[in-house]
């Protein structure tokens, strides 16, 4: 099973920075996708940003031109640098890993989630 720790959430000011780090551990036989989820009080979970398997990224639009997803070249730490934060973006935020596996004639996938770290965004 895949653990992920996320870290680096904590309190800023309007119009600060912060950068959030994912860390995966444990018996990994492959992640095809990674990325990071916010859920804010009252409001579901969405996807904030994320790598796919080929490379691509995809953005949610609140956050194109402000916050950047990255990685140390494997799967194994991927970060999130949020710019110009606003109080719209507290929430807390959570690490997704996708790993798959077995033959390509019955491939199977599973998610894991990190247990959230918390960011607020104070005016």
């Known amino acids: 099973q895949i653990q992920l720790v996320e870290s680096g959430g904590g309190l800023v000011q309007a119009g600060g920075s912060l950068r959030l780090s994912c860390v995966a551990s444990g018996r990994i036989r492959s992640i095809d996708k990674m990325g990071w989820y916010r859920q804010a009080p009252g409001k579901e979970r969405e996807l904030v940003a994320g790598f796919t398997s080929d490379g691509s990224v995809d953005y949610a639009d609140s956050v194109k031109g402000r916050f950047t997803i990255s990685r140390e070249g494997a799967w194994n730490t991927v970060y999130l640098q949020m710019n110009t934060l606003r109080p719209e973006d507290t929430a807390v935020y959570y690490c997704?890993?996708?790993?798959?596996?077995?033959?390509?004639?019955?491939?199977?996938?599973?998610?894991?989630w990190g247990q959230g770290t918390h960011v607020t965004v104070s005016s």
């Open positions: 997704s890993a996708t790993s798959c596996y077995g033959p390509v004639e019955r491939v199977s996938c599973a998610d894991y």
